[in-house]
């Protein structure tokens, strides 16, 4: 062990593991250099010590310098003596520092990011293997034009000469583009045994999809078929069937392990290939013109590389870019949790689960008071608290809103959800110093398979969460709960039916009398929508579905404008005619409720003082400063205002300090038992004489007896709503009866 550490700190200094891979593998890269003794000199097929001393580098930047000058000079100089040796180190030392410093200098910190990085294939190409190759071919045939070299390459100036130039151009360039990134590997390996383990993972990642181990081999099979058979010794005449077709076979079956395998496999393979089939160049090439065949074959052999290199390495990132962009949409990007199209794979994987929602109640509120990041950062740690106690298998998912979503192994086990229930109540997150423990409620289902209709499971989760908030336990989705699936299912068709009316105009507008004590009168607007069966739901059935949904400001500008259009379709029948039209809480906070009802009454050119607006207070109105700035802006208008259901819920007499109004409205429920019940007939005493001194209308709701209407006029009500004075009735038929009588 001791001695092991010692090694890898030795990665870090230029004495160390940088010189001793320099004096093993530059001299051992000449020795493996394919060549051809020729008269006129040496002609290399693949020139392997440039490739190596670039390897060094690549690994451990400028630190292989002393190592490679070293070697070098060990080198020539035992071959060909010291001073032969000191001008091939200076020509090595040249070419190699130039194209490192600008290499270095172009990619910066990234110099040494992976070699099949797409994004600096530019400057690799450019300084590690185009300029190498030709500052040494120049460099060199430089040194020998002027005899400070013996011509031992056969790069000498000259027509002559030009084809051995040219092959050991491609040798050069061969060896810089094939066997510099086998070299790396090999060297990174051996600075870090490690990487091994990492190259394996490379190879997983970069193989296509549907990839099996059979097809891996087989590929490689046929390579080292085909490679064995090119290097098997031919007669004359099968050399020239071998260089003209079969050995163009290679392109297409490195391209197929290209695009299914990727970058690192098809390097290894195809550099072994390579310094095989050059090994081997009298099995396939003409001993008569055999400069001419190798300049064909090696210029053949490097488009091949090159394109086999770049289709693997453009075919790796896509495989990287689809694989991220998969994790990327199976992961929400704000809370970093699996989203729903994770949780529907994991639940086709699984073949029995249990599914667990979490209603987190309240967050919405801790929201707006403390930012959105706590709700990020709630969501976080509970999912992280829960997966402490989860399988490796099972995991917490993403809704969008204020919920989450675990997905139990099990079908419909009651045991792991009272786990996850007793997390959930003792669970906290600190925020800014103060314990946030919201209500949680829990529902679960369970799951054989694959869901088909998930969403519609969900919101059926979704409602018995919010049973649970009351209940305090979880709660699950069975035949005893079956009146609860009733009614999300219910409430589901009512939301298309009201959007459908929307839509349409398939609602029904209802006139109901108000009757003054002193004779004048207006109608009240009420609100129908037909049902399957004729008949028609009153608006306690459908408006909580509506402010549910947030459609109450589309619903109150609808009836709006078909209240103005009926207004000034039947001016002439109904002149002067006023009608009282219901304005629901959220629908009062909208800041452009007044500039709308403006222009609605510009539009069909009625009166203001013909439309009278109905208030109903209650929690919904979120903010009283909105609600009084726009009440004050439709008084400014010329319209009347009136607070409906005074006397009950949040219509209370602060409010009324609060509000600029003309009239109230005392609810049915006072009126309904006045006569029987003197309290009743105190608070409605009592609205009267705060009416009176703020000089404020009085109207009274379910009149249904000539007793009650003579005891409200007898306490100052000044007008009067109820089945007595008259029942509701379609508001087509005011216009109708009014041309009856005329």
Request: net charge neutral; with cysteine.
């Amino acid at each position: 062990m001791i001695k092991l550490k010692l090694w890898n700190k030795l990665r870090h200094r230029w004495w160390g593991q940088p010189l001793v891979w320099s004096l093993v593998f530059i001299p051992l890269a000449g020795w493996l250099s394919p060549h051809i003794m020729l008269p006129e000199g040496k002609v290399y097929l693949v020139y392997l010590p440039l490739a190596v001393c670039i390897s060094l580098l690549m690994v451990y930047d400028w630190m292989a310098i002393p190592g490679i000058v070293v070697a070098i000079m060990i080198r020539y100089s035992v071959r060909l003596g010291p001073e032969i040796g000191i001008i091939m180190t200076l020509l090595y030392l040249f070419c190699l520092g130039v194209c490192w410093l600008g290499y270095r200098c172009q990619t910066q910190r990234d110099w040494c990011a992976r070699i099949n990085v797409l994004g600096f294939t530019p400057p690799r190409l450019i300084w590690l293997l185009a300029f190498p190759p030709l500052l040494f071919i120049l460099s060199l045939q430089l040194m020998i034009g002027m005899g400070l070299l013996p011509d031992e390459m056969g790069m000498v100036f000259g027509r002559a000469n030009l084809m051995h130039t040219l092959v050991n151009f491609h040798a050069l360039l061969i060896a810089g583009l094939s066997s510099t990134p086998l070299f790396y590997f090999v060297l990174r390996v051996l600075n870090n045994p490690r990487f091994l383990r990492t190259l394996r993972c490379r190879f997983r990642l970069e193989v296509a999809p549907g990839v099996k181990t059979g097809e891996t081999l087989l590929w490689l099979l046929l390579l080292t078929g085909m490679v064995f058979a090119l290097c098997y010794p031919t007669g004359v005449g099968q050399k020239e069937f071998w260089i003209d077709y079969s050995l163009t076979l290679l392109l297409p079956l490195m391209l197929y392990g290209a695009v299914r395998f990727g970058y690192h496999l098809n390097c290894i393979a195809w550099s072994v290939a390579l310094l095989a089939l050059f090994f081997n160049y009298r099995s396939y090439v003409r001993v008569d013109g055999r400069l001419h065949d190798l300049a064909v074959v090696s210029s053949m052999m490097l488009v091949f590389t090159l394109s086999v290199f770049l289709l693997s390495a453009i075919n790796s990132r896509q495989l990287a870019l689809f694989a991220k962009m998969k994790r990327a949409s199976l992961q929400d990007p704000m809370v970093g949790l699996p989203n729903l199209r994770a949780l529907k794979r994991d639940l086709a994987l699984a073949p029995r689960s249990t599914l667990c929602f979490l209603r987190i109640a309240e967050l919405d509120l801790l929201s707006r008071h403390y930012g959105m990041q706590l709700r990020i950062r709630f969501k976080q740690h509970l999912a992280s608290t829960l997966r402490k106690g989860l399988a490796a298998d099972e995991d917490v998912y993403q809704l969008p809103g204020y919920d989450l979503v675990l997905r139990l192994n099990g079908y419909d086990d009651e045991a792991k959800v009272a786990e996850v229930h007793a997390t959930l109540e003792n669970f906290r997150l600190v925020w800014n110093g103060l314990p946030i423990h919201p209500p949680l409620g829990v529902s679960y289902c369970g799951i054989a398979g694959e869901v088909e209709h998930l969403h519609l499971l969900l919101g059926e989760l979704s409602s018995l969460a919010d049973l649970s908030l009351t209940s305090g336990e979880p709660e699950s989705i069975r035949n005893d709960r079956q009146d609860v699936q009733n009614a999300v299912k219910h409430k589901v068709r009512l939301l298309h039916r009201v959007q459908r009316a929307l839509d349409g105009d398939g609602f029904i507008l209802m006139a109901q009398p108000i009757h003054g004590v002193r004779g004048d009168s207006y109608h009240e607007i009420l609100l129908r929508l037909p049902d399957d069966k004729g008949g028609a739901l009153s608006p306690n059935e459908f408006l909580p579905v509506v402010h549910e949904f947030g459609l109450a400001y589309q619903l109150d500008l609808w009836v709006l404008n078909n209240t103005l259009k009926f207004m000034d379709r039947h001016r002439d029948t109904l002149p002067s005619a006023r009608f009282a039209v219901n304005i629901s809480p959220p629908t009062l906070c909208r800041p452009t409720l007044s500039r709308d009802v403006r222009q609605a009454l510009q539009q069909y050119a009625i009166e203001p003082y013909q439309l009278i607006l109905e208030i109903t207070e209650s929690h919904l109105m979120q903010d009283i400063h909105y609600a009084a700035t726009t009440l004050r802006e439709l008084r400014e208008l010329g319209c009347r205002i009136a607070i409906d259901d005074f006397g009950t819920g949040y219509a209370s007499y602060n409010r009324l300090r609060m509000l600029e109004v003309d009239t109230l409205k005392i609810d049915g429920s006072f009126v309904r038992n006045m006569l029987n019940d003197p309290v009743d007939h105190q608070i409605i005493a009592s609205i009267c004489k705060v009416a009176l001194m703020k000089r404020l209308h009085i109207v009274a709701e379910y009149v249904e007896s000539e007793e009650q209407q003579m005891a409200l006029r007898a306490l100052g009500v000044d007008y009067m709503q109820g089945y007595h004075i008259g029942q509701p009735v379609p508001l087509t038929s005011l216009a109708a009866g009014t041309q009856a009588e005329a």
